[in-house]
């Protein structure tokens, strides 16, 4: 007798399990950039996955702010305390490291630099103005052509007029 039963299947709870802990996986199994990286305070990097702001114990964090570290009730307020069952966690520190990339917004602002003459009077390798004017007609209209070339000719006589 062949077993129907596709709940029990070793290769579906396998398969289920997979897709019910892909983001905790994905979260614990992503190499990061390195072990003790300096906060960048740049205003202009936006911060992804290390952001500082990871805790240590995350996953316990996690977890007490699901509220999965004590009992479902809201009637026992003692039970229900938040305070006696939290989760002890520290912040991690990491060192602040200075800016490494010039924004040239914040350096050197436009208004700085709107009345300055500017000095380039060197003569540049390639003309710019050798192909302003085509060398050839464009945009002409052949009905106007045919009409401008047209000679009228006698067909009594033999020739033209």
Known sequence: MSFTRFHDDPHRIKYGLQISTFSGRYALDTPGPGVNLPYMADPQMRI???GANLMTNSVNLESDLRGLTRPLNRDLVGVNNHQTAAVSSFKNSYPIAGHFIDESRATHPAWAYRDLEQHRWERPFLNPQANVEKKFQDNIQTRILEKDYFKPTDPT?????
């Open 48 to 50: 992804q996955q290390w």
């Open 157 to 161: 006589h033999g020739g033209t007029w």
